[in-house]
Each structure stands twice: as structure tokens, then as C-alpha cells.
Nanobody, 113 residues
Framework: QVQLVESGGGLVQPGGSLTLSCAAS????????MDWYRQAPGKEREVVAT???????LYADSVKGRFTISRDNAEKTVILQMNSLKPEDTAVYLC???????WGQGTQVTVSS
């Protein structure tokens, strides 16, 4: 069974940091690009960061220089390190496996003072 499970969300003050983790099971992790998306209330889902099977990374302009995506193929995990968080980063963050078109259930990130 293909499954993605996110963790690490929470409430943080503006300027703070959070680390999101996505653990995969039931897939050949090393062959698939992995993405982090986010969806804020009333807004469309948007891609935040992508890491290819070869390790190339891509970022949305809104998070460049603040977020870092990485992967551990041995642990079947993809990480999103988020620094200098802003209130506009508040959203549900979802992990996605491209090759399998599979989504995690999401984890809430709230940036507020």
C-alpha cells in the first residue's frame, strides 16, 4: 500500500523555523521526484518545493532563500526546512510523490504572533 505521512507542523511566531518530514512506504522511493505543496483557506493548492530523483531542487519564488527541501533515499523521507516564516506561509502542507501521484494527509503550519 502506497502511503505518505507528514509530520512536524505546528504554531510558530513570525521569523521562526519549522521542519516538516514526509515518510513514504509502499513505493520505490529513489525513482520518484517528491514535492511539497501547500493550501491555505480559500486558495488553490500550490507547489512549494520539488526535489527530483537525482537531487535537483526547485522552489516557488515566494519561498526561495527561506525553505530547503532534501531527501534521504535510505530512510524514504523528504524534509522541508522552513526558516524566516511569515504569516502568509500559514497553510496545510502536503507531501506528493510524482511517479505514483500519491498525496499525504497534510500537516498544518500556522505562523502567528
Amino acid at each position: 500500500q502506497v502511503q505518505l505521512v507528514e509530520s512536524g507542523g505546528g504554531l510558530v511566531q513570525p521569523g521562526g523555523s519549522l521542519t516538516l518530514s514526509c515518510a513514504a512506504s509502499g513505493i520505490i522511493f529513489r525513482i520518484t521526484a517528491m514535492d511539497w505543496y501547500r493550501q491555505a483557506p480559500g486558495k488553490e493548492r500550490e507547489v512549494v518545493a520539488t526535489i527530483t530523483s537525482g537531487g535537483t531542487t526547485l522552489y516557488a519564488d515566494s519561498v526561495k532563500g527561506r525553505f530547503t527541501i532534501s531527501r534521504d533515499n535510505a530512510e524514504k523521507t523528504v524534509i522541508l526546512q522552513m526558516n524566516s516564516l511569515k504569516p502568509e506561509d500559514t497553510a496545510v502542507y502536503l507531501c506528493h510523490a510524482d511517479h505514483y501521484n500519491t498525496w499525504g494527509q497534510g500537516t498544518q503550519v500556522t505562523v502567528s504572533s
